[in-house]
């Protein structure tokens, strides 16, 4: 099948499952008042179900971008947010932020602008250290040894820093750790989509740039790119779209990997110009089906977001590791 065809059925199957996210499990005389303006429906759309599912839109789409920036950065198919330690750098900010008190202000988790601020400035500085401790960008498994030992080290620092917070604290943090869309409230949409339409405008902007530094830094140069420009552009945006959507959603592991990996895969190129919109739209359906996964697969019990995303992504990267190109 060609990748064409391929990806106007993910398509369709991508908004057949919205449109699912959307009205399972609601009632027919709330969803009936919805469409004709009734109160009842509009509450529950307008307040509850609706900002979930676009929040796993705009995330999807923001983390795929995200990912194929990092995986253009590093020039290595299997980089992503995630794994390379951003997110978790994201997190160990936000803890930071939480429970380094009374060493700081009384800061809390109620308050987006101190989040979105945290997690920005994690996710830069776990990027800074990756990028310090991974200088040659070629080789694969440096890289997610590097990210892995982060994460550890990230890990450690949270548990360290919960020791100071009290119990609502660390009940915050609980909650946001595991990784949910319904956490974004319907004024804080439009916030979402900003990384988004960021990454986006990115990639297009650069697209001729990203092609050629793919290619290597001599070939880069010789073809009139800034290579220290680009990079350090590639940084700021990858740390920033990632940072945003976690501090929003909490950590969604490998969306970020497997949408630009899958698309790739798929459309045999690494044109950014080709898979850009395939990579957004994996990154929708991941998201998309993860939330609808966590909401409905047991009846009473809301699983975990990240969770999914990690049972469904971890497979194809075994698959990833298991072929010759990766050895």
């Known amino acids: 099948m060609k990748s064409k065809t391929l990806h106007i059925l993910l398509l369709v199957v991508t908004l057949g499952l919205i449109y699912l ?15 004709f303006g009734f109160d009842e429906g509009n509450v529950i759309f307008s307040q509850f179900r609706q900002p979930r599912v676009l929040a796993a839109i705009f995330a999807g789409a923001g983390l795929s971008l995200a990912g194929l920036i990092m995986q253009t950065l590093f020039r290595n198919p299997l ?55 991974n200088r040659g960008f070629e080789s694969t498994t440096r890289l997610l040894l590097t990210g892995m030992v982060l994460s ?13 917070g009290n119990i609502e604290q660390i009940k915050q943090f609980s909650l946001w750790g595991m990784g949910s869309f319904e956490r974004v409230t319907a004024p804080e949409i439009p916030l979402l989509v900003v990384p988004a339409i960021l990454g986006l405008l990115f990639v297009l902007w650069n697209r001729f740039k990203l092609d050629a530094y793919l290619l290597g830094d001599i070939y880069a140069i010789s073809s009139g790119v800034n290579v220290k420009s680009i990079r350090r552009m590639m940084i700021w945006a990858g740390a920033i779209i990632s940072g945003w959507i976690t501090a929003y959603c909490g950590p969604v592991s490998f969306v970020g990997l497997i949408a630009p990996h899958i698309a790739k895969q798929i459309c045999k190129s690494e044109s950014h110009v080709k898979i850009l919109f ?21 009846p009473g019990i809301t699983l975990q977001v990240n969770a999914i995303c990690a049972i469904i992504g971890a497979p194809i990267l075994i698959y990833s590791f298991s072929k010759k190109h990766y050895q």
């Open 21 to 35: 996210d959307f009205t399972l499990n609601i009632q027919e005389p709330i969803l009936l008042s919805t469409f």
């Open 79 to 133: 980089a992503g947010p995630y794994l390379v330690g951003i997110t978790p750098g994201a997190s160990f900010g936000i803890a930071v932020m939480l429970f380094a008190q009374p060493l700081l202000t009384n800061l809390n988790l109620n308050n987006q602008f101190n989040i979105l601020t945290a997690s920005i400035l994690g996710s830069l500085f776990a990027l800074f250290l990756q990028l310090i401790l």
């Open 152 to 164: 550890f080290l990230f890990a450690a620092g949270v548990d360290l820093l919960q020791n100071l």
């Open 278 to 298: 395939p990579s957004i739209l994996w990154g929708i359906f991941l998201c998309v089906t993860a939330d609808l996964l966590a909401h409905n697969l047991i």
